[in-house]
């Protein structure tokens, strides 16, 4: 920058506009607590671990395996959350290209991630019947109720994205183009 050029202004009052258009809508259910519960044990135990390992130079054994399974259930609880919000990734610009059949494309979206649950399930199942003699490596549990965990959650976000299908379909026939 050459010393005739000044820097840009930052419209402090647009950005603080901004951020409070879009957290007008924002509310923590009862879920959530959940949620941040499971984040709060992850966080507790990952924080064991490195206590352990690097301040006390003996790590406790369990402590990557519990995280490990932790995050997974995270993964799956949030998701959760994210589909009844809305809050997954998506491509905006499919948004701009598709025009009126913008509807079917979100249909087969909604179709697509109820056929990726359904897969998750019966795959999770799949598991359950072939572990459920083995127990978990440095925890005192069958390595099934991992599964059966993810196995809830995917059936969770299953009827949820049903729901979302139904709904959708139902605006589609009354003419109403709104996206939930």
């Not at 809305?86 to 979206?109: C, P, T």
């Not at 599964?147 to 003419?175: E, F």
Request: aromatic letters at 16%.
């Amino acid at each position: 920058m050459t010393q005739t050029e000044t820097p840009p202004e930052i419209d402090f009052d647009a950005l603080a506009a901004e951020d409070d258009a879009h957290f007008q809508n924002f509310r923590i259910t009862i879920g959530d607590y959940g949620l941040l519960a499971l984040f709060g044990l992850l966080f507790g135990v990952v924080f064991l671990q490195f206590f352990t390992r690097y301040v006390l130079n003996d790590s406790v054994a369990w402590t990557e395996e519990a995280a490990r399974y932790l995050l997974i259930l995270l993964g799956f609880a949030g998701a959760i959350r994210c589909q009844v919000v809305g809050s997954h990734i998506v491509l905006e610009f499919v948004d701009k290209y598709y025009g009126f059949r913008l509807r079917w494309v979100h249909i087969f979206a909604l179709a697509a991630t109820f056929v990726l649950f359904a897969v998750i399930m019966w795959s999770a199942w799949e598991l359950i019947q072939r572990t459920s003699f083995q127990q978990m490596v440095s925890l005192p549990f069958p390595k099934y109720y991992l599964h059966a965990c993810v196995m809830a959650l995917a059936g969770a976000n299953l009827c949820v994205v049903g729901w979302q299908i139904v709904t959708r379909l139902k605006q589609i026939a009354k003419g109403e183009d709104k996206w939930v």
